[in-house]
């Protein structure tokens, strides 16, 4: 058996880090405002789902279960979503992110099919709309992470392989999308006399560490892990918000 393939991470393995590290974030938006370092840390947990939704497109066996798993999860997350991040049950101006992972797998599977039936010129100008459409979508919806969150998980379906070409172009394009688009609030870190500015959206970009250890295996695979993987979104979200209501009662 290959050693390397044996040490590194599994895909449970990384579904369990990024649900780690959402906790830690939604526990700073919550509860904790103060201990930043909780949303610093938190902010490698979208990149790590968007390479695993990647990632499960094509390991997948059943698509079309795939995008309704996907859908249902949107649909029962969204009152958690909206009482989490407003303390209402109707909340039309953010939508929860696994509506964004829903635009990201149905552009994937589109994408698919334009390579397929198209020669490559056409596909390649079919590709460049559906990813435009991609990224408009993402905030004509405000799902989570808006049009920015939808690229990121399309950074992973085009650079898919484990070779330098592929890991430049996710680093990149991450930077890109994290710190030129989404961008945000800014820390200065004083260095021999100068300011250094960190992103804290940038710090996004430290997720690749885990993602590029990723070997390939899926680790623990059983319906009960992927239904917990599910319904650990809308729950944690729905027990903080019941936590909060009940400290500020």
Known sequence: MDKHRES???AAGLHLLAMALMLCDH???ALFPAAEWLTCIGRMAFPIFAFLLAEGYRRTRDVRRYLLRLLAGALLSEIPFNLFYSGSAVYPYHQNVLWTFFIALLLMILLDRVRQRFRPIPAVLLSAALVLLGFLLGYGTMADYYGAGVLTALVFYFFREKNVKCLLGQLVCLYILHVHILGGYYYSIPVSGFEI???QQGLALTALVPIWLYRGRQGRHSRAFRAFCYLFYPAHMLALFLL??????
């Open 8 to 10: 590194g991470i599994t």
């Open 27 to 29: 526990l700073w938006a």
């Open 197 to 199: 500015q960190i992103v």
């Open 244 to 249: 909060r209501e009940m400290l500020l009662a």
